[in-house]
């Protein structure tokens, strides 16, 4: 399988977030991206390509052109106040707040676009992002030329961004990006697993009311993990959406059998709706160690999971989103692709 893979991710790093009271240095680091490289290369899963640059015209498919023009400016106009460091939010939409009109300025848009503080916008944060789609997309230009497989390395990760919103260390969202664009090169149905430990609140926004993309999830429950407010399931999609969207928010210590019975739904379902290619929102932070998450997968249950998602017998995108335990990220992420060539 081949690998796309951006150098350019290392333009974006982290000062740090605020999490439960304390600020902590970054979990999504740099090395995450560097330790999965290296184990593609360690087991020689197959050539790595630099990405093909993109339009932006593919991004504001799926996200308003506001969010993304943000992410572009934002951390020179958190200069020109007269400020150092990353940009952060300082407030954030609720009810009754005036979602119908964007505010003018640095910190009203920052509240207006974004969910949380863990995902702050540096001064070449923009490359990286970019980059990161662009490596999704190349991934997709992969499988239109006839590849049942694909490995898009992204850095930074996308799930948790929606059209309009940006948060848990995602900008823009490239598996949805890259959905997108499977529509418009020809595939008349597209269905995103996403294995991540966290619900993949981003996606499931972008697509609720269409059935031209199927989202099945598998997650931390939300009553009990980030990002909290979404994830239920009886989210089932909405209008012509609704029977598309499928949740299985699972509780703090899910192991192989609960977790995988999930799994084997979840295909079923995307085999049903005859999908034409899968796009697989690849996060590692199932895993056992991982330092951020309450789920106890091993790592021959990543190489399972490969060959579980194999068995749709349809093209496969594989975008990498989370995965914190940095030790262990290569060798699971790509346990997953090796498992999926069998
Ligand atoms: C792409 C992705 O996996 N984003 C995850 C974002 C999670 N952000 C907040 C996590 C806070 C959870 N608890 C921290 C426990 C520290 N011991
Ligand atoms: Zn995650």
Redesign the pocket.
Known sequence: MKTIFSADHLLHQSPGEL??GEFLPAFEKPERAELVLGRVKEVGLGEIRPPESFPVSAITRVHAPGLVALLQSAQAEWEGLGRTGAAYPYTWMSRGMREDRVPAGLDGRLAYYSFDC?TPITKTSWQAIKSSVDVALSGVALLNSGERGAFSLCRP?G??AGADHYG???FLNNAAIAAQKLLDDGAKRVAILDV???HGNGTQQIFYRRDDVLLVSLHGHPDQE?PYLLGWEDEIGAGAGEGFNLNFPLRWGTAWPEWSAALEAGLKRITAYGADAVVVSL?V?TYKDD??SHFLLEHEHFTQMGARIASLRKPVLFVM??GYAVAEIGINAVNVLTGFEG
Do not use: L, N, Q, S
Request: net charge negative.
């Open positions: 999490i439960f863990g990760p799930h948790h848990g260390y995602c991540d430990y966290h980030y996060g932070d330092p951020i989103e989370g």
